[in-house]
């Protein structure tokens, strides 16, 4: 296993889900579990820490144990502004980590090996996302600490909100990954989503979400 100890997990969880109702959608139950379970179950084993980018009362997050801090740009200003969130974080809190590498909470089947091979590719670029399926999945990438002032300037003083756009002015280098037996990055957006990630849940070969058919681990390709 690639070792990335100078990486910081941040979990996004700014977003209002409108779409799910309102509320914070990595609390909703999937397999008895809060999809943020699964999402801290995942992603744990690939950093050094995490830290949960979330707004409004950090109380509702206590009992996970993770340090909560809200989005440093005000107004909602989407995963972009939790790039920069995480960046000053682990700027001012973990000088000795260079690196972030942002999780969706809403996403509870993306792979293990995500980080070991989002920093194999970062050699020959500025940064990594995810890909699956024709689509780039930027709320998923690696992120150097060293640009935090860059997208502060980008989104305070130019009023950049999207990822794509501030990307686009540096080396951005994708990771490819199959859709079989289903899309890694799925992400549960409304109550019928939940319903598919409950069938999709069935199919992984652990109950506890280890491991899903098809699925590339760090040390190789996964089960079929």
């Given at each position: 296993?690639?070792?990335?100890?100078?990486?910081?997990?941040?979990?996004?969880?700014?977003?209002?889900?409108?779409?799910?109702?309102g509320?914070?959608?990595?609390?909703?139950?999937?397999?008895?579990?809060?999809?943020?379970?699964?999402?801290?179950?995942?992603?744990?084993?690939?950093?050094?820490?995490?830290?949960?980018?979330?707004?409004?009362?950090?109380?509702?997050?206590?009992?996970?144990?993770?340090?909560?801090?809200?989005d440093?740009?005000?107004?909602?200003?989407?995963?972009?502004?939790?790039?920069?969130?995480?960046?000053?974080?682990?700027?001012?809190?973990?000088p000795?980590?260079?690196?972030?590498?942002?999780f969706?909470?809403?996403t509870?089947?993306?792979?293990?090996?995500?980080?070991?091979?989002?920093?194999?590719?970062?050699?020959?670029?500025?940064?990594?996302?995810?890909?699956?399926?024709g689509?780039?999945?930027?709320?998923?990438?690696?992120?150097?600490?060293?640009?935090?002032?860059?997208?502060?300037?980008?989104?305070?003083?130019?009023?950049?909100?999207?990822?794509?756009?501030?990307?686009?002015r540096?080396?951005?280098?994708?990771?490819?990954?199959p859709?079989?037996p289903?899309?890694?990055?799925f992400?549960?957006?409304?109550?019928?989503?939940?319903?598919?990630?409950?069938?999709?849940?069935?199919?992984?070969?652990?109950?506890?979400?280890?491991?899903?058919?098809?699925?590339?681990?760090?040390?190789?390709?996964?089960?079929?």
């Amino acid at each position: 296993m690639t070792e990335t100890p100078s990486v910081i997990g941040v979990l996004l969880a700014g977003g209002q889900a409108r779409r799910m109702g309102g509320g914070d959608k990595c609390l909703r139950s999937l397999g008895g579990r809060a999809i943020l379970d699964h999402v801290i179950t995942r992603a744990q084993g690939q950093v050094a820490a995490l830290v949960l980018n979330a707004n409004g009362d950090a109380r509702r997050f206590a009992r996970f144990g993770l340090p909560v801090t809200p989005d440093v740009i005000g107004g909602f200003a989407g995963p972009l502004a939790g790039v920069l969130t995480g960046m000053e974080w682990a700027r001012d809190r973990r000088p000795d980590c260079q690196w972030i590498a942002t999780f969706a909470t809403d996403t509870p089947f993306f792979p293990r090996d995500l980080v070991a091979r989002m920093v194999d590719h970062v050699r020959d670029a500025d940064m990594v996302c995810a890909r699956s399926a024709g689509h780039s999945h930027p709320v998923f990438g690696l992120w150097p600490v060293r640009l935090a002032s860059d997208l502060r300037h980008a989104m305070a003083d130019e009023d950049i909100r999207k990822v794509d756009i501030w990307t686009a002015r540096y080396r951005l280098a994708e990771v490819e990954y199959p859709t079989t037996p289903f899309d890694p990055f799925f992400n549960a957006n409304n109550p019928e989503d939940l319903k598919r990630a409950e069938h999709y849940l069935a199919e992984l070969i652990d109950p506890e979400g280890t491991a899903m058919a098809g699925e590339t681990t760090a040390g190789g390709a996964g089960k079929t």
